[in-house]
């Protein structure tokens, strides 16, 4: 019985070693991604006051275009014509029939893609991609 004691004791004591080998190794990576990430926002700052001081302003991020394949297909039109566009125009170009449920679907979506920056809306229904 006091063999198997012994037998358990060092093995738990093997493993003990080698967990606190492990952690050192662990706590070695941490200090080096914490010294990474000290010098990220240090580089961050850095150029945050050179550009204040230059006074050039932070790029605003593109806006987020909806998923659904519609208004991946308006965004083409508008990248083929390269022109502003009614409703009625956009199903014509998207091959779709000119009936008052397409064309108010097509309205809705150029709305909402006004509402999200995407495209502007120079006139009451007339919609076009913002120049940059």
């Given at each position: 019985?006091?063999?198997?004691?012994?037998?358990?004791?060092?093995?738990?004591?093997?493993?003990?070693?080698?967990?606190?080998?492990?952690?050192?190794?662990?706590?070695?990576?941490?200090?080096?991604?914490?010294?990474?990430?000290?010098?990220?926002?240090?580089?961050?700052?850095?150029?945050?006051?050179?550009?204040?001081?230059?006074?050039?302003?932070?790029?605003?991020?593109?806006?987020?275009?909806?998923?659904?394949?519609?208004?991946?297909?308006?965004?083409?039109?508008?990248?083929?014509?390269?022109?502003?566009?009614?409703?009625?125009?956009l199903c014509e170009a998207l091959d779709l029939p000119i009936?008052?449920?397409?064309?108010?679907?097509?309205?809705?979506?150029?709305?909402?893609?006004?509402?999200?920056?995407?495209?502007?809306?120079?006139?009451?229904?007339?919609f076009t991609q913002p120049h940059p």
């Open positions: 019985m006091l063999e198997q004691i012994d037998t358990r004791e060092q093995a738990l004591s093997e493993q003990a070693a080698q967990t606190r080998t492990r952690i050192e190794e662990l706590a070695a990576h941490l200090r080096e991604l914490d010294e990474e990430t000290d010098n990220l926002r240090i580089t961050r700052k850095t150029l945050l006051g050179i550009a204040h001081h230059l006074g050039v302003a932070e790029a605003a991020p593109p806006p987020a275009t909806p998923d659904h394949p519609a208004y991946q297909q308006i965004l083409a039109a508008f990248a083929d014509t390269r022109r502003p566009m009614r409703a009625r125009d009936l008052p449920k397409n064309t108010e679907g097509i309205r809705s979506k150029l709305k909402r893609m006004v509402s999200r920056g995407i495209l502007t809306e120079p006139e009451p229904g007339l």
